[in-house]
C-alpha cells in the first residue's frame, strides 16, 4: 500500500507518543525506587539506594516470588497438556458441539475475576472441605489454570490450522502411528505456538491477583498478594517499588526468549 | 474432512476425540462450570443477616431486589459504559500503533517494538496502577506537565478510570490487531491500488475487514477485564462505585446478593462473547 | 448453536446438583455452643492466624519488626498468617473454620460470636489478661452475657485531619465534613466501609438531636435514612473514599483530600512525610475500633492459639505491635517498653478520658443496642446496602 510520506510521519508519531506513555508509569516507579520519600511522592524528596538494599534482604518478596514461580509453572504445565489437547481435538475432529468448545475455553478469562473467584471459592469449600483439603497453593494452581488452558489452546489451534496437513498424512502413509507422527511431525512445528502459548499463561498466572485472593490459603502469598498486602502496610511502599522496578527489568528477559523463538507470529496469540 | 479416520475405523476415531477432548472438557465442567453454577443458584438462596450464614431457602428476593433499586441499575450502566470506552480507546489507539509496527516500521524494527509492547504486561497489575495514581495525583506528574499550558488534568476520577484501564490492556488489543495486519498479504493491498483504490479506500475495504475479528477478539479482554475491574478503580476512581466494587463489597457479607449482582456481568458478557463469535473473534483470539 | 450451549448448561446443573447434594450431606453445622477450654495442653506444633497487615510481622517484610519468630522459638508452634485487609474478609476466612485465631475488629466480633465460629476464651488461661486495661474488658464489642470471646489488643480513634495550608480556620467539629463538605468541593474524604454511617450517625446525635439518637450503632429505620441523607449530601463534596494508609497519605500529601477521617497512625506517617497536617478529635468525639484476638470454635489448633493470645499481648510484644502498626496498646505495661517512650502519650493509651469520647466500632443487630425494646434497629446488612445507596 502507498502511504505518504505524512500519513508515515503521523502514524510514526502516533506509535511513538503510544509507547512513551506505555513507559511513563514505569519510569516513574523505577524512579520512585530511589525516591527518598516512604510513600509514592512526587518530586522526589531526594535520592537513596537505602529501598535497593532493604528489598534485596526482604524474605517477604523473596518467598512470595518462588510461590509465584511455583502457581505459574504448575498452572501453565496443567494448561499446556488440557490446552493441547482441546486444540487438537478441535482441529483434528468433526463433532457436535466442536464450536462451542471454544466458546467455553475462553470463559473463565472472560467472566470477571471476582466472579470466577468467588465461585471457586465456594465450589472449593463445599468440595474439597470434606476430604479434608484446604486452601493452600494446591487451590491457587487449580484456579491459574483454568483461565489459562485458553491463551494455549488458542496458539495451539491458530498454529494447527496453518501447518499444512499433508505432512501429517505423508506420515501416516508412511506408516507412522498417530503418536509417532505427533511426535516427530506436528510437535516439532508446533513447539514456538507452545511455547508462546506457554508464556503468555505464565504471564497471566505471574500477575493474578483478585482469583488468587478468593482461592489462597493460609500461607500461601504470590508475589501480586504480596504487593497488595505491603501497600497496607504503614512502612513498606518504597520497597513493593523496587521489586516492581525490578520485575519490569527482568521482564524484558521472557518476552525477547519469545520473540526469538517465534519465528512468524508475533510471539504469542492471546 | 475424513483424516479423522486415517489411523482406524469411525469407531477408533471416536475413542480417541474423547481420549483427548475428555479431560480439558472434564477440567472445565467440574473445576470452574460447576463452581459457576453452585454460584448463581445461591443468588436464590438468602443470608441470616446477623451471622452472615447463608440460609438454603429457595427465593427471588435478591433477583428482585437487584432489579427494582436503581442505585444498581446506575451502577451496571456506569459499568457498562466504562468498559465500553475502555474498548473503543484502546482500538483506537491500537489501530494506528499496530499499524505502523506491522506495516510502516521496517521489519528489523518490528520484533524490538512488539517486545516494547508486551514488556509492560510483565510489571504488576497494582504497581502500575499505583504510579498512575501519583501521575494523576493533584502535585502528580500529569498536572505539572500541563500547567504550564494552563490545562488541568482528569484528577481521580470516571474518567481516571478509563484512562487507567485502557492502559493496562492496550497490549492486549494491539497483539492480535498487529498479527492480523502483519498477516495481510502485500499482495492484496497492491491489487486493491491496482485497482484505482486511494489510501483511504484501501484502509476501509481491505484493511478494516481485515483486522475486525482480531478488532472484537482484542475486545473480548478490554470489555471483559474492564468490567469486572474494582481495583484499579478503588485506587484511581475517586469515589466512583462500579459492578465489581459491589460485588467485592457484599461477597463476604451476603453471598447469595453477591452473587445475583455476578451474574449481571456474567449475563452481559455471555451475550458479548456471543455476538462477537459470529464475527469470527474467538478464532482470532 | 443455541441447542449445543443448552447441552452445555444441561450438563453443568447435573454437576452442580451433584455437587449440592455433597454439600447438603456434609456441612450442617450446628455446633453453635463452643466452649472454652477448662485447661491447656500440649502445643500442636502450628497455629493459622488471620491478622491486620502488621499484626503478625515475621521480619520478612522490615527485619525490625519480628515477633513471631519469638514466639515459634519458645511455643514450638509454627505461624501461618494470612493477613486480611477489611473486617468482612476476616468474617469470611473464620467461616472456613481453617484459621484459629483471628484480630478482629468490632464491627466482625458480634458477628463471629452469633455465629459461632468464634469460641468464647477462658482469660484465666491467658497470664496477661490482668494487665489489659480495665475499659477493654468487657464491653459489647468483644463479650456476650458476661463472657469474654477475646483477648483485647489495641484501639484508636478514627480522627479529623486536615491541610493546615488548605482548611482554615482548624476545625474542631465534624461539620466541616457534613453540613460545611461543601467548602471543600471534591477534596473531601472518607472511610470506605458500611461502618462509616456510624460517624454521620454520632454528628446527628449532636447536630439533630430531635432524631433521638443515643448510640451511632443503634439506628432505627428513620435514624439510618436521615444518617444515609447527611452522607449522600457529603458525597458530592467527596474527593475520594479511602480504606488503607497508602492511599490517604498520598491523597494528603498531593493535596487530592484536604480533610477527612483518619487514624493517629496516618496522621503521624503523612507528617513524617512533611505534609502540612494535623489530626483532632473533634468535639462530638469520634468513633473508633478496637482490635480483639479471637479463637475459632473449629480451631484445629487451640493450644497455640492460646499461647498466640498471651504472647500477643505481653507487654514487650504489645509494644512493638502498637508502635508498628501505630495504635494504643492494650496491655498496661506496654507503654513501659515501646522504644518511643512518649508513644503511649502520643495514642493516648492510658487517657480513658480520651477514650470515653470514642465510641468503638460495634455490629449493628436488629436488636437496638442502646437498650430500645419498642423498635427494631437495622443491621450491618442493611448499612451495608445502604452504602454501597450512598456511593451511588
Known sequence: MRLSRTARIVLGCVTAAGLAVVYAPLLLVLLNSFNADRSFGWPPSGLTGEWWRAALHNDGARDALFTSLKAGLAATGIALVLGTMAAYAVHRHRFFGRRTVSFLLVLPIALPGIVSGIALNAAFRTVLDPFGIGFGLFTVVVGHATFCVVVVFNNVAARLRRISPSMAEASADLGARPWQTFRHVTFPAMRSALFAGALLAFALSFDEIVVTTFTAGPGTRTLPIWIYENLARPHQAPVVNVVAALLIALSVVPVAIAQRLSSDTAGGRL | MRRAGAGGGAGGARLRLAALLGPPLLWLTLAYLGSLAVLLLSAFWTTDSFTSDVVRTWNTDNIQELLTTPVYRTIALRTLAIAVAVTLLDALLALPMAFCMARVASPRWRRPLLVAVLTPLWASYLVKAYAWR???????VVNSLLSPLGLHGPGYGTPAVVLVLAYLWLPYMILPVYAALERLPERTLEASADLGAGTWRTLRSVVLPAVRPALFAGSVFTFSLSLGDYITVQIVGGKTQLLGNAIA???????????????VPVVL??????AVRRAGALDAL | MRKRTTSAWRSAAAVCALLLTAAGCGSDDDGKAAHAPGKLGKGEGKVNIIAWAGYAEDGSNDPQADWVHPFEK?????????????????????????YDTVSASGDATLRLIASGDAAPVNTKLVPNYKDIFPALKQQPFNSKDGRMYGIPHGRGANLLMYRTDKVK??????????????????????????????????????AKPSLGIKNPYALDKKQLDAAVTLLKKQHKAIGEYWSDYQKEITAFKGGDSVIGTTWQVIANLTQAEKAPVKAVLPKEGATGWSDTWMVSAKAEHPNCAYKWLDWIVSPKVNAQVAEYFGEAPANRKACAETSDPNHCAVFHADDEKYFQRVHFWTTPIKQCLDGRKNTTCTDYAQWTRAWTEVKG
Open chain 2, 134 to 140: 501519583v501521575m494523576l495525583s493533584e502535585d502528580g
Open chain 2, 249 to 263: 463489597s457484599q461477597v463476604t457479607l451476603d453471598l447469595p446478593m453477591a452473587a445475583a449482582l455476578s451474574a
Open chain 2, 269 to 274: 458478557i455471555v451475550c458479548y462473547l456471543a
Open chain 3, 74 to 98: 519458645k511455643t514450638g508452634c509454627k505461624v501461618d498468617t494470612k493477613t486480611a485487609g477489611t473486617s468482612d474478609e476476616m468474617v469470611s476466612l473464620m467461616k472456613t473454620g481453617q
Open chain 3, 169 to 206: 480556620p482548624a476545625p474542631d467539629s465534624w461539620r466541616a465534613v457534613f453540613d460545611d463538605a461543601a467548602a471543600h468541593n471534591g477534596r473531601v474524604t472518607a472511610y470506605d466501609s458500611p461502618i462509616y454511617i456510624a460517624d454521620a450517625a454520632l454528628y446527628l446525635m449532636r
